[in-house]
Structures are given as C-alpha cells and as structure tokens.
C-alpha cells in the first residue's frame, strides 16, 4: 500500500512578511547608527556641602562610580559626562544641560540627581562592559535593560544601541568621601569601586558589581544584580544582592548578608551577629569568633571553619554542613539539612548534650567517653561530660559524624 506524506509548507505571504519585518527592523537600526554621531563628553564638577545629622543623597541613571576619601566639609563630585545623540550638535546641546538638579526618589526622598532629559527621553543606552557597542539588529536582540524611577519618569536603560529614540548617555562619577560623611548614592547601572572610606555609607545599584577596599562606620551595600567583594568591614555592615557573589574578606561588628542566588564568603570574623541567607549558593565562614551566627541556603553547602561561637544556626534545604569549632564557648549549635550529610569537629576538651532527629541517616558519634542514647537499635543521642554545648540536628536524608578536631582556619 502505498503512502503518501506531505511536507507542511508556510504560506509564501507570510514569509515574504517575516522576512521583510527582519530586514526593516535591522534596516532602521543601521540607519540609526548611520545617523549617531561620534560620542562627545563634558566635565562637570559639583562640590555638596555637609550639614551634621543629616544624609546626603545623589543619583546617577548610568555609569562607572569611583569612590575616594576626601577633605573639608564638602562632597566632591566630578563627572564626566558621554553622550551620542542623532542630529547635527545634539549631543554638545544635551551636554550643555546635564547639571545637578533637586529630585525625589520613589520612596519621596529628597537627592541631588544629574538632570538626564527624561522629560524627552524615556530611555537611553549606556555601553556597559562586555555589552554590544554596534548598532545592529543582533545587538537589538542580545541587549539587557534595566528600568527604574528617576526625576519622577519610569526610564529604561539599555547595554545596546537600539534607536535615536534611546540615545547614549552616561555620566562616569569620581566622589570624594570626607571622613565621619553621611552619603547616600543611588547609580541605576554601572559599577561602583572605592579604597580605604569611613562615615556612613548606603550604596545602591539596580545592575554592577561593588567593590570597596575598606570601610569603617555604617554600610549598606545593595545591588539587583552584581557580585559584592569588600576587603574589610569595622562597624554595621549589610549586603543584599539579588543575584551575585559576596566576599568579605575580614568583618568587625555586626552583619547581615542576603543574596537571592550566589555565593558568600567571609573572613576573619570577630562579630556579636551576623546573619547570612542565600536562596541557592555555598555559605562559607572562615577564621575569627562570634556571637550569634545563622547561616541558611535554600540548595548549597554551609561551612563554618575555625569559628569560635556562642550560638549557631546553619540551616540548608539541599546540601552538606560542615564545623570545625573547639565549642569552648558555645552554648547551642543548631543544624538542619533536607538532605545532606553533617560534619561537626569539635575541641578534644569539648562537652556537648546531642539530640539528633533523621529520617534517614545515622549518628556516630567519635568520642569514646560518650554516653550514648538509642531508640531501638538507632543511636539518636550523645552527652558528654556536663553537656555545656546543646547540638541539636535534623536531617531528611544525610548521616551526622561528631568527631575530635582541632580547630582550623
């Protein structure tokens, strides 16, 4: 018998009309870069002046931030601002205009905000890193965008070229920080890098990495998308990244770290608190003492290595525990894994009172002077000496191993 098969064909209109659409759109962006001018830039100087008690706030739509440590009772700002306007002397006319001008933030705050033409322009095109400069129809398809409220106007900003309805323009931004200052900055896109500051400092970046060599007083890091890495931090410290690594290589004070997706690294602690939670990433505490330490991930690894604490919290959806502590100081360790093995290694010198609830797993326990507790043939807890130190474990599916260590960083 024989079978016929026929091939689907798309109608020849419809492609005709696919094809034209690609070649339009990829028509009016060489075109539009055609019609761009080579990018020209301005240098814009803004001293602020300092009142005591009180914070001062600026605004960037896009750019690079450096920050410095300053002198006098004055804020130092200079910019320099880029810009490629399509149109014969546009791009000078815009610079001509960008100026320092009074807004409010979208909680009602009042800042210092460069005065982008957002009254024109709902959104411009700022050359980030690693992002397409030309003008094509490929970069149209491959540019990421962020949108924020800025002067009042929702505006978006695009890596790529697109239109002469999307201009480049950016301002990079060099900021000198007086010691004990109390600064606010808001940079909508782009990077922010600073040396050895002091003050109180709240940084805020809906799209770039942070990094700071140093900081003493009050930090508030926060960044919608970016890896965070700061050298050393004495004070309050807080870091929240939406999607992105955090490193703090030394951390004195008080601290609180969150990430929606990324991991955290810190080192060199010597904190009354410090609260670390990361949707899904390793967690990783190294070296120094603290008070109360809680660490939590949705899926990854927690480890707590050479860290002398008095309570501590460690909890993971998915994933290994791992401590390395003398416990000469603590009062409760507390650890939870929906599935995963659990690794205490506690001082030879350590006492403990352990309570362990597995659905599936076992507990051993190394110590040979131990007493031990069983329900059935299931070892499900341990005391030792006075049972200074209060281990309690839960793991879905994951043995639990406390052994004799010494203590490493």
């Known amino acids: 018998m024989n079978q016929l098969f026929h091939t689907p064909r798309r109608p020849a209109a419809a492609v005709r009309i696919a094809l034209l659409a690609v070649l339009a759109a990829a028509g009016a962006l060489a075109a539009a870069g055609a ?6 830039t301005r240098a814009l100087r803004q001293s602020f002046p300092l009142t ?3 914070e001062l706030r600026l605004a960037n739509l896009a750019g690079r931030v450096e920050l410095i440590p300053g002198q006098g009772p004055e804020v130092v700002v200079e910019a320099t601002l880029h810009a490629d306007f399509s149109g014969s002397g546009e791009s000078e006319r815009q610079l001509a205009a960008m100026k320092w001008v009074r807004a409010h933030d979208k909680k009602g705050r009042e800042e210092w905000a460069l005065s982008y033409p957002v009254e024109t322009y709902h959104s411009f095109h700022y050359p980030s890193a690693g992002a397409k400069d030309e003008t094509s129809f490929w970069s149209f398809l491959d540019s990421s965008s962020s949108s924020t409220i800025y002067r009042g106007v929702k505006v978006r900003v695009y890596s790529g070229r697109r239109s002469p309805s999307s201009p480049t323009l950016y301002a990079d931004l060099k900021i000198a920080l007086p010691a004990g200052s109390n600064v606010a900055l808001r940079n909508v896109v782009g990077a922010i890098h600073g040396g050895a ?4 400092l709240d940084l805020d970046t809906g799209s770039g990495d942070i990094q700071l060599a140093s900081y003493c007083g009050k930090l508030r890091l926060d960044t919608g998308s970016g890896d965070v890495m700061v050298g050393a931090t004495r004070g309050e410290t807080s870091i929240d990244t939406g999607s992105g690594d955090v490193v703090v290589h030394e951390m004195v004070g008080n601290g609180s770290i969150d990430t929606g997706s990324g991991n955290v690294r810190v080192e060199k602690v010597s904190v009354g608190k410090l609260k670390i939670d990361t949707g899904s990433g390793d967690v990783a505490i190294r070296g120094g003492v603290a008070g109360r330490l ?5 899926s990854g690894t927690v480890k707590v290595l050479g860290v002398e604490v008095e309570e501590l919290l460690a909890d993971t959806g998915s994933g290994e525990v791992e401590i390395v ?11 939870k894994t929906g599935s995963g093995d659990v690794r205490i290694h506690a001082g030879p010198a ?3 009172d352990v309570a362990a609830d597995q659905g599936s797993g076992e507990l051993r326990v190394d110590y040979g002077d131990a007493t031990l507790r069983r329900s059935g043939h299931k070892v499900v807890g341990a005391r030792r000496g006075d049972g200074k130190t209060a281990i309690r474990v839960e793991t879905g599916s994951g043995d639990c191993t406390i052994s004799p260590h010494a203590a490493k960083s």
């Open 35 to 40: 019609l761009a001018a080579e990018t020209q």
């Open 52 to 54: 005591p008690g009180a």
């Open 197 to 200: 500051l002091e003050g109180t």
């Open 294 to 298: 809680q660490a939590d991930t949705g």
């Open 325 to 335: 502590s003398s416990l000469a100081n603590a009062r409760s360790v507390t650890v």
């Open 350 to 352: 350590a006492a403990f």
